[in-house]
């Protein structure tokens, strides 16, 4: 890995190329999607109530007592301002200007899919006064490793979850994962030949969907981490959710702005700048499915 005079005239190619990266959020288009103002909004919801009998004529009327559910999403700044010295930028056959922004963008859009995960998995927060701390449930909503990678057996067990939880069965649900669970689908010995039939088309990428599931494979990283983690004992820790089950909270979507600095000997500086946050909305929403690589 170099700095920009890498790509210098009569150096190198001359094609200024973005490296190999998730280009992008895979993620935000597959939630729940919300424009907030301030740093930090509430959001309510209703539990599920049942109706009462009515046994005798002109009987009083019962009044239910509705329960609800608040949570709050706090949003966080974040920023990408790689600089271009005037000079490498006048010495570079084609400009890097757009090919850098696209990098930036790429960068942010992965950082949108990173927060979105962790929120997943991470702690809420709500209540009264935002204090009340709601956890992943991992008691009832993760399904253990097993030594095995993703499995016809695991999915099942996910869509179970879901439809003992009673979510809504026409509410899209989505699984992210890496390249490696994938490919263990095809190993599964377990698979008839229709599903391995469709699961190879999965694995080329010719379709999307199986066992209910719509699939995105999300290989990148942040920061060094991978944006589907891994727990202590190495396990990938692949996300499963409704698609409402996850909202990303938007203060200020991706900006960049593009201007020489004078404190900088006239360099460029591709400032991009985003406010935004995540959250999960409901803990019976998520699934957590290890497995094994």
Known sequence: MGDITTA?????????????????????????????????????????ADATEVFTRNADTVNEDLVYARRRINLRRFTF??????YDKLALINDPTSDIV?????????????????AAFGTTYGGYDGTTSYVHDTANNQIAASATGLTLTKLRSARTIFNAANVPKALPKYIACTAAQIEDLLEDT?????????????????????????FIEVNGEVDGSPIIPVDAASARRVLAWAEDGLLLGVGKDVETDIQQRIDKNYSYQIYNKMWIGAMRTSEKKIVEILCAE
Do not use: C, H
């Open 81 to 86: 301002a790689p600089l271009i010295d005037e």
């Open 102 to 118: 696209q990098d930036a963008l790429a960068a942010m859009g992965r950082t949108k899919d990173k927060l979105l995960v962790e």
């Open 190 to 214: 377990t698979l008839t030949n229709s599903d391995y039939a469709v699961v190879k088309a999965l694995v080329n990428g010719e379709v999307n969907s199986f066992m209910g599931f719509t």
């Open 8 to 48: 210098m005239k009569n150096t190198y190619d001359k094609t200024f190329k973005l490296l190999e990266q998730q280009m992008g959020s895979e993620l935000q288009m597959l939630v729940r999607k919300e424009m907030i103002e301030g740093e930090y909004k509430y959001f309510d919801f209703i539990d599920a």
